[in-house]
Each structure stands twice: as C-alpha cells, then as structure tokens.
C-alpha cells in the first residue's frame, strides 16, 4: 500500500513540472482562434443593447513575447426605440464586419497564465450606423485592449479579451468583450 502510494506521488511531482512546461507562442509558431463575445456602442445617442458577435484571429509569433495578429469579427448591436417614419417599427440592428491587424505584447511568464495587450489598426464596414441614409460605409479604426490567454494543454487553451475600437471619421466608439479558444502549431 505504502509503495503505491510512493508512485502516484512521484508521479504527481514528476509530471507538474511536464504539465506546466509552456508551449507559447514563441518565434515561427502559429496560433488559430475563434471567439464569441459582444460589442457595446459607447457613442450611441440611442440605447442600444448587446448581441452576440463572433469572430476568427489568427497570430505569427515573432520572438516568445511579441506576435502579429490579423483578425475579422461580425457583430449585430440592437437599438432600442422605435423608427416612425411611416409605419412604426423597432430600429434595425447596426451591424459591424471588423478587418483588423496588429501586434500582440505578451507579459513574461512561468505558467498557464499569459497576460498580454494588443493594439490593432484596419477597416470597420458598418451598418445602419446613426440611421444613415446611406445604408452603410466604410470607414479606418484603431483599436487596443488587454486579454488572458489560459493553456489548457501544450497546444490549445482558452483567451479572455478586452478591446476598445475607435471608428475614426464618425467617430464611434465601441467596446468588445470576448472569450474563445485557440490552437497552436
């Protein structure tokens, strides 16, 4: 019984240090991720209320602290009123395609936990923004925020993230929660 017991201890103490070995994103290193999350209009007149968005983001390691990302996320804000002109309807919903590029700054670490800050810089097509009567547009954004990666194993894990964009020309200021789960190769 005894002897047994010596094992899985070993065991135990052997295979933490395994277990907690990183696999980070370090130089050549590829990471895929998909994320779910929801986008606050800040600068709305209107109420608005959140809606489920989701999106991809894919990042290339360049050394173990520093990685280039590019990323594309729809997201749908509901507005909250009504628009009379005519028959009286709830708004539409805005909509948000996002195309987005930028550079990942991950906080040395020894474990499962990596803390890093983003900045970003590419294109929002918005929809039904502001009740324009131009449907939607195009328009240069710049966004930066803070996230959590989270290794679950040597390769996967989850990421918690935290962005702020800001759609230049109109500007419109929104802010993006989201939770997702990568892979690395």
């Known amino acids: ?23 980070d994103l370090d130089r050549g290193r590829v990471e895929i991720n998909g994320f779910i999350g929801t986008t606050v209009d800040t600068s709305s007149v209107f109420g608005t209320s959140a809606k489920v968005g989701g999106g991809v983001e894919a990042a290339f390691g ?5 990685a280039i990302t590019g990323d594309y996320s ?16 709830p708004l539409p919903d805005e909509t948000i395609h996002e195309f987005m590029g ?3 700054f991950s906080l040395p670490n020894s474990s499962r936990f990596t803390p890093y800050a983003t900045g970003t810089v590419g294109g929002l097509r918005l929809g ?19 996230g959590l990666d989270v290794r679950i194993t040597r390769r996967t894990g989850i990421l918690v993230d935290l962005r702020g964009v800001d759609a ?18």
């Open 128 to 146: 039904n923004f502001g009740l324009s009567s131009a449907g939607s547009s195009t328009e240069f954004a710049l966004g930066m925020g803070l």
């Open 62 to 66: 360049v050394n173990r602290h520093v």
């Open 74 to 89: 729809f997201n749908r804000i509901g507005q909250t009123g009504f628009l009379c002109f005519g028959p009286c309807m």
């Open 168 to 185: 230049v020309s109109p500007g419109i200021w929104f802010v993006q929660p989201s939770a997702g789960f990568f892979f690395r190769f």
């Open 1 to 23: 019984m005894t002897r047994s017991a010596s094992w899985i201890f070993l065991s135990v103490v052997f295979a933490v240090p395994g277990l907690s070995q990183s696999v």
């Open 102 to 104: 930028g550079v990942r």
